[in-house]
């Protein structure tokens, strides 16, 4: 299942906790400060899994995830669609 994380980087303040718990290791410590000074996660996005491992544990709550699922059709007959779903972790 392909995931997705969007960070919120001028709120992030880079501790670094999502880092360590990424299993797929696609979360990286920005080059660039935010404007508190901070320098940010930032994700690559590529292998996440979309676990949510890292919206977890992030103190600052600053991690939105996505998960790509099947989307039940509406109709009986219709084909299912995929896409993004938010997860509610």
């Excluded at 994380?5 to 999502?18: D, F």
């Excluded at 890292?54 to 009986?76: G, H, N, Q, S």
Aim: positive net charge.
């Amino acid at each position: 299942m392909a995931g997705k994380i969007i960070i919120n980087t001028e709120r992030c303040k880079g501790c670094g906790l999502c880092i360590a718990v990424c299993p797929k290791g696609s979360i990286i410590i920005s080059k660039k400060s935010n404007k508190s000074g901070y320098f940010p996660a930032e994700s690559s996005n590529a292998e996440c899994t979309g676990c949510a491992l890292c919206a977890i544990i992030c103190p600052e709550v600053v991690i939105e995830v996505f998960r790509e699922e099947d989307v039940p059709a509406d109709k009986p007959g219709k084909k299912s669609r995929k896409g993004l779903i938010k997860d509610k972790a």
